[in-house]
């Protein structure tokens, strides 16, 4: 079974820095997806950002980048340029290739704030 | 576009007792996913629907059920509440149901129901 852990229960920043949050997961499979989604506090979680494991370019969106490693099963979220509204949980989330769309495996997440 | 709708938001039940919660979809998406947010298990899996079709189930008792109607809407039961009920229920709506070779798809969330069980 896939696992995805996320090793830091809390993380902060100062705006305007760089941060970045760790996310690795366990699967057998070669093909699959890699998203990291936000969840505000009192608001709906929305996508940050999705990787396909067969493409190796790192996606980016805008100030969130991802660095995927396959090998070492390994998938972190760069948030540059750091805003107050950037203070969310944050998770990182597994879904099977050619599986059920609705089927997301999501880590613990990570708990961001936002130092003015 | 309106986004996806969940009703009630906030909801205190006793246990024994059982409830139904509610999910809209954006408008045209036909898939519709349930999860059960808790501070110690976090985001699980309940299952998702498509097309009135259960398509996958997660690792849940029999006490949860759901169902999808003609117009995507769907409505998740949960039957005999225990306190471990207690959680933010998450609704989550997609385009399709299955992914394909390209389409990755986005899961458009809900402000969720959150279930107090007394």
């Known amino acids: 079974a896939q696992t995805v852990t996320q090793s830091q229960p809390e993380m902060s920043v100062q705006e305007a820095e760089t941060v970045t949050l760790s996310c690795t997961y366990d699967?057998?499979?070669?093909?699959?997806?890699l998203f990291w989604y936000k969840q505000p506090p009192s608001r709906q979680m929305i996508l940050v950002i999705r990787q396909e494991a067969y493409k190796q370019q790192n996606a980016t969106e805008n100030r969130f980048s991802v660095n995927f490693q396959k090998a070492a099963k390994s998938f972190s979220l760069k948030i540059s340029d750091s805003q107050l509204g950037d203070a969310a949980m944050y998770f990182c989330a597994y879904r099977t290739y050619g599986g059920s769309q609705g089927n997301l495996i999501f880590g613990k997440g990570t708990k961001l704030s936002v130092k003015p | 576009k309106a986004g996806v709708t969940q009703t009630p938001r906030y909801l205190i039940k006793t246990r024994g007792q059982q409830v139904t919660l509610s999910c809209s979809p954006i408008?045209?998406?036909?898939?519709v996913s349930w999860y059960q947010q808790t501070p110690g298990q976090g985001l699980q899996f309940l299952f998702e629907?498509?097309?009135?079709?259960?398509?996958n189930k997660g690792n849940f008792p029999g006490r949860f059920s759901g169902r999808q109607f003609s117009n995507s809407r769907s409505e998740m039961n949960v039957s005999t509440l225990e306190l471990g009920d207690s959680a933010l229920y998450l609704c989550a709506s997609s385009l399709a149901g299955w992914t394909g070779t390209t389409n990755t798809g986005e899961l458009f969330f809900g402000e969720g129901s959150r279930l107090t069980v007394l």
């Open positions: 408008s045209g998406h036909r898939s």
């Open positions: 699967t057998s499979e070669s093909d699959y997806y």
């Open positions: 629907y498509f097309s009135e079709t259960q398509r």
